[in-house]
């Protein structure tokens, strides 16, 4: 079965920092990698998605990650840090036909 | 484009009620919505897939009868948690899935319930 492993549950980086959140997925390579962003007390929105082509992906807010298939990995990064970026982030593959695997997500922190 | 609502936002009940909650794609027509509950800083758990005009697909562990879904239109599917006890309180997410849409998933806000 695929599963998701994102590494730090929480990171925490001060604003203007470079944010590097981790995710790696089991072996079998997924067709897709979705990274979502979810602010409190809100539902999940879609950051960035990989599907084919280019591995390098670019996603709203500024950040971007990267589909490393010798790594298993899709880490996401930001190159400066806004307060804004405050968030829980989940990557997640697809299971199935249908549906979706997350990561237990991490919770970024932004210091002033 | 791909807008997913969720009615209501929050709601508090008292114990042996019910309460449905409602999630509706808003400029699409989602073939498939999913239902998922999210404890504090934890990740989302699948709790049901449901397909339009067909009986909910349950995970493991879901009681069927406890959690009832109903995906009777393209565009509203609702949850209802019968007879809910505080052990049910928790943030009810629903997603919803379109055609040729790989598997990306369109969130709704999600349902804060507290059962007291």
């Known amino acids: 079965a695929q599963s998701v492993t994102q590494l730090g549950s929480h990171v925490s980086v001060s604003e203007g920092a470079l944010v590097l959140l981790r995710c790696n997925y089991s072996s079998s390579v997924p067709p897709y990698l979705f990274w979502y962003v979810q602010y409190p007390n809100q539902g999940l929105q879609l950051l960035l998605k990989?599907?084919?082509?280019?591995?390098l992906v670019k996603g709203i807010n500024g950040f971007e990650a990267e589909f490393k298939k010798s790594e298993t990995s899709f880490h996401l990064t930001k190159p400066s840090a806004h307060m804004s970026d405050a968030a829980e982030y989940f990557c997640?593959?697809?299971?199935?036909?249908?549906?979706?695997?997350f990561g237990q997500g991490t919770r970024l922190t932004i210091n002033p | 484009g791909a807008v997913v609502s969720q009615h209501p936002s929050w709601v508090i009940c008292k114990s042996g009620t019910s309460v449905k909650i409602e999630c509706r794609s808003l400029?699409?027509?989602?073939?498939?919505m999913f239902w998922y509950r999210q404890f504090p800083k934890q990740s989302l758990m699948l709790m049901a897939t449901?397909?339009?005009?067909?009986?909910?697909?349950?995970e493991q562990g879901v009681e069927k009868d406890k959690f009832l879904i109903n995906h009777a239109s393209l565009t509203l599917s609702t949850l209802t948690v019968t007879s809910a006890h505080p052990e049910d309180s928790s943030f009810y997410i629903c997603?919803?899935?379109?055609?040729?849409?790989?598997?990306?998933?369109?969130f709704g806000p999600g349902t804060r319930l507290t059962v007291l």
């Open positions: 990989y599907t084919t082509g280019a591995t």
């Open positions: 997640a593959i697809p299971w199935g036909a249908q549906k979706l695997v």
């Open positions: 449901s397909n339009e005009g067909s009986k909910a697909t349950y």
């Open positions: 997603s919803a899935r379109g055609q040729g849409r790989d598997n990306e998933q369109f």
């Open positions: 400029d699409f027509q989602a073939t498939t």
